[in-house]
């Protein structure tokens, strides 16, 4: 695996490739000197979290033979105040799970994601406390 970066203006803006080619940009926040043209670091995290966890909630959902309609994940997160760098201190994810889906076979899903799965949450967790929740909206 690898991504390649390159500048696109003075400051912090940043463009990443993978090698399928496909793109992402970056930039600092606009009390650094940023710009606000793309998302931040730290937000990516949070958006990698929620994308590799997802990944894994529907594939097992998938083998559960769950109709799940759609899934909307939502992650908020607390950083450290008053330290270099500001970690993440606690991150809170929730999945709103739409379809005709069996309670005991979601919690087991977003569970086993969360805890054994997801390689992302896995590495966040060594420095911040991660909570999730889930709801299941039918129809």
Not at 5 to 11: A, H, P, S, T, V
């Amino acid at each position: 695996m690898e991504i390649k970066l390159k500048r696109i203006d003075e400051n912090y803006l940043m463009e990443a490739t993978n090698d399928s080619g496909n793109t992402v940009r970056t930039d600092g926040s606009p009390a650094i000197g940023g710009s606000n043209q793309a998302m931040r670091p730290m937000q990516l995290l949070l958006a990698a979290i929620g994308s590799c966890s997802s990944i894994d909630i529907i594939s097992l959902l998938r083998k559960q033979r769950q109709e799940l309609d759609d899934i909307q994940i939502t992650v908020k997160a607390d950083r450290e105040e008053g330290k270099v760098p500001s970690l993440f201190s606690k991150i809170y994810v929730h999945y709103d799970l739409y379809g005709d889906i069996d309670e005991k076979k979601a919690k087991r899903a977003v569970d086993i994601s969360m805890e054994k799965y997801c390689s992302v949450a896995l590495i966040l967790r060594e420095s911040a406390e991660i909570v999730w929740s889930y709801e299941i909206k039918k129809g």
